[in-house]
T-cell receptor
Framework: GENVEQHPSTLSVQEGDSAVIKCTYSDSASNYFPWYKQELGKRPQLIIDIRSNVGEKKDQRIAVTLNKTAKHFSLHITETQPEDSAVYFCAARNFGNEKLTFGTGTRLTIIP | GAVVSQHPSRVICKSGTSVKIECRSLDFQATTMFWYRQFPKKSLMLMATSNEGSKATYEQGVEKDKFLINHASLTLSTLTVTSAHPEDSSFYIC??????????????FGPGTRLTVL
């Protein structure tokens, strides 16, 4: 089955700087890669996703890049703000398989 | 966006009792719902895939008789933790997949249920 690795497990960034979180996946058939933000005790919220027919996608301060050959994808947050502090999870899914496989999570702390 | 609710949000029970958790898609229909378990500071672990009108598909290592899943309608799935023990204490989260054609099969998560077994 699919295996998703995520790094780093914790990340502290000065407010205003950029944050990058990286994930690798094992199943070359995976073609959907969402990113979720989870605040303490709350539900995961989809913040951005990318499909395998696209190499990059951007939504305001958030961007995701995908390298299918290397089987890795990354989340980029620019101009970080205190409210960006949360745990971020990457995930991967093969469209023929309904299941999402999650990464281990990254705890992002924005230092004011 | 699509809304998924869970009830209860928090439950404390005695060891040996059974607890039922409901997951509802409020404004869309979902033939498939997913049940996850999340330990503190850990990732979401898929327990089972709940299919409307048929038996749930459990992940390896998840006891079917321990975690009973029923998906009776297109908007409701229930997870019953039977004969709960302290080690079952966890955060349980459901998600539902939208049937809408342009939804790209996006999953929408419920707010979670924190179960504490004394």
């Amino acid at each position: 089955g699919e295996n998703v690795e995520q790094h780093p497990s914790t990340l502290s960034v000065q407010e205003g700087d950029s944050a990058v979180i990286k994930c690798t996946y094992s199943d070359s058939a995976s073609n959907y890669f969402p990113w979720y933000k989870q605040e303490l005790g709350k539900r995961p919220q989809l913040i951005i996703d990318i499909r395998s027919n696209v190499g990059e996608k951007k939504d305001q301060r958030i961007a995701v890049t995908l390298n299918k050959t290397a089987k890795h994808f990354s989340l980029h947050i620019t101009e970080t703000q205190p409210e960006d502090s949360a745990v971020y999870f990457c995930a991967a899914r093969n469209f023929g398989n309904e299941k999402l496989t999650f990464g281990t999570g990254t705890r992002l702390t924005i230092i004011p | 966006g699509a809304v998924v609710s869970q009830h209860p949000s928090r439950v404390i029970c005695k060891s040996g009792t059974s607890v039922k958790i409901e997951c509802r898609s409020l404004d869309f229909q979902a033939t498939t719902m997913f049940w996850y378990r999340q330990f503190p500071k850990k990732s979401l672990m898929l327990m089972a895939t709940s299919n409307e009108g048929s038996k749930a598909t459990y992940e390896q290592g998840v006891e079917k008789d321990k975690f009973l899943i029923n998906h009776a309608s297109l908007t409701l799935s229930t997870l019953t933790v039977t004969s709960a023990h302290p080690e079952d204490s966890s955060f349980y989260i459901c998600s539902a997949r939208s049937l809408a054609e342009n939804s790209y099969n996006e999953q929408f998560f419920g707010p979670g249920t924190r179960l504490t077994v004394l």
